[in-house]
């Protein structure tokens, strides 16, 4: 049997309580921590909280919603490796699956000793993060997107699938807010420059998508991008993200100061910066207003 060094996270999603618990025994003691699920709707609802290194999920023929889970799943984390169980053993269930995204596509019945050489050669292509390769001293990375409310989401789970760095619950859960507060922030009151009244109107009149669109192509903004810059020093253990847009700024220094009222200044982006500064005390920004600039230790 291949030995696995490093502890690492398999969720397996499959109906049968039976497999379940084998697979759970199989696995036991052989440097994997293991999560299971009955169904797919409940696995990707704890994905995000458990964060596995591999999902090993049934196809669940005939809708086929374990093809849906494993879309879902590097929709949301590109470097999770998603290996497929089928009874099915039709070419085209097969070419679902690899358009997919998937890692592996396995036909029933399976044994302890296939599904286990399968997770270790599957372990073997997540790429390692960059605090445990000798000789890395600095990661950075660069992330220039379209102002576009609705890719925020996708852009924040590429963002902390490429950190290099493991950061374990519930501090990730607390940097996943924190990017999202203020990647929107720069997307909507920056590059957009929508008004936090503007916004606020929109949505009481189920109007906001169309207020989106209205500013995407207004001709003075429509070229704008928000950059998303994340560094990683080894020596100083020390993440850093800048978020920045191309729009006019604000007074982030007297935003701060309002304490109980933090919302509602003509910028709008009180809510999301007193999110950010809860979870990380070392939140700043540059001199003009438009780049977000926010330290996060990795102990």
Same mark, same amino acid.
């Given at each position: 049997m291949t030995n696995v060094q $490093?502890? @690492?996270?398999?969720?397996?999603?499959?109906?049968?309580?039976?497999?379940?618990?084998?697979?759970? #025994?199989?696995? $036991?003691?052989?440097?994997?921590?293991? *999560? #299971?699920a009955d169904d797919p709707t409940i696995a990707l609802a704890s994905f995000?909280? &458990?964060?596995?290194?591999?999902?090993?999920?049934?196809? +669940?023929?005939?809708?086929? %919603?374990?093809?849906?889970?494993?879309? $879902?799943?590097?929709? @949301? /984390?590109? %470097? /999770?490796?998603? *290996?497929? *169980? #089928?009874?099915?053993?039709?070419?085209?269930?097969? *070419? $679902?699956?690899? @358009? &997919?995204?998937? &890692?592996? +596509?396995?036909?029933?019945?399976?044994s302890a000793d296939m599904l286990w050489s399968a997770v270790c050669q599957t372990l073997k292509t997540i790429p390692q993060y960059a605090e445990s390769v000798p000789g890395v001293e600095r990661v950075e990375h660069l992330l220039v997107v379209e102002p576009e409310p609705a890719y925020v989401e996708q852009i924040v789970n590429v963002i902390l699938s490429t950190i290099g760095v493991p950061i374990p619950e519930p501090r990730r859960g607390h940097l996943r807010a924190a990017l999202h507060e203020l990647l929107l922030n720069a997307v909507e009151h920056g590059s957009l420059e929508m008004s936090f009244r503007a916004k606020q109107d929109a949505l009481a009149n189920d109007a906001y998508d169309r207020l989106v669109e209205d500013r995407r192509r207004d001709s003075s903004l429509s070229s704008r991008r928000v950059r998303i810059r994340m560094f990683y020093a080894r020596d100083e253990k020390m993440l850093e993200f800048r978020i920045a847009d191309e729009g006019k700024g604000f007074r982030w220094k007297t935003l701060l100061k309002r304490e109980r009222n933090p919302v509602g200044s003509g910028y709008g982006c009180g809510r999301g910066l007193f999110v950010a500064k809860a979870f990380f005390s070392d939140l700043s920004y540059n001199d003009k207003g438009n780049e977000a600039i926010l330290r996060v230790p990795v102990l």
């Open positions: $490093q502890v @690492r996270t398999l969720m397996v999603v499959d109906r049968s309580p039976a497999t379940l618990a084998s697979m759970f #025994t199989e696995t $036991q003691g052989r440097g994997l921590s293991v *999560i #299971t995000e909280h &458990a964060m596995p290194d591999v999902v090993v999920t049934d196809l +669940y023929a005939p809708d086929m %919603s374990g093809l849906t889970l494993a879309r $879902q799943i590097k929709a @949301r /984390c590109p %470097s /999770c490796p998603v *290996i497929v *169980i #089928t009874e099915l053993a039709s070419e085209e269930a097969a *070419i $679902q699956a690899l @358009r &997919a995204g998937v &890692a592996d +596509y396995l036909h029933k019945p399976v």
